[in-house]
């Protein structure tokens, strides 16, 4: 999608307003549009760009450039596919990448947590990939349930005319209309699933990996 916008649709905090007051570093959450650097918050110290290759080819970065960018794909390039094909619902697909994709997640929360500085987390549309990791992190946290859904749904306001374009060129409208839910109950379904299997966000990171001082560090 181009656009000749100077501002990112679908940026923000991670967590909401107030979230990271207390933190030592901001989060940020981001879709990629070709924007001006000025676009961006001032004084990135990491942009951790999730999305795969030729996603990064078609639509450059425009901090590409900067020391502080970083490619971290989500998807685990050695898996044929990105989520199994009974994971129809968003809720299932986001469970699926849990499991399958473990190895881009552990790898996108390190380059946070060893970052001293801001940070900008960012994928296409900044809801599916991002959102994953930007509920990991709220709930790592201690956000409440209800405020990470309401971080995940906030960001349809900001998609409107990116979806709407996709669902004029889309082949499959079925499919495109699952891909473009946007409610609180898809990833506080996510986050439930998540306590009950692995008991806690804190449990599932220690799962796919993450050091107790790396976890600290987030």
Partial sequence: ?????????????????GLQTSHRRTVYRANTE???PSAYPPGLAAVVDL???????????????SPAYRSVPLFDPSSAIESAEDAVQLEDQYTD????????????????A????????????GKDRTGIVSALLARHWGAASDVVGADYAASAAGLVERFAAERA?????????????????IMTTVIERVEHRWGSVDGYLRGIGLSEDEITSL
């Fill in 51 to 65: 999305r795969r290759d030729d996603e990064r080819e078609a639509v450059p970065h425009p901090l590409a450039s």
């Fill in 114 to 125: 060893a970052t001293d500085g801001d940070v900008l987390v960012c994928c296409a549309a």
């Fill in 169 to 185: 060129a889309s082949s499959d409208p079925e499919a495109t209309a699952i891909g473009h839910r946007c409610v609180p109950e």
């Fill in 1 to 17: 999608m181009t656009t000749t916008s100077n501002t990112l649709t679908n940026l923000r905090e991670v967590g909401g307003p």
């Fill in 97 to 112: 990448w849990l499991d399958r994709h473990r190895s881009g997640i552990a790898a996108a929360l390190r380059a946070i």
């Fill in 34 to 36: 070709p924007v001006p």
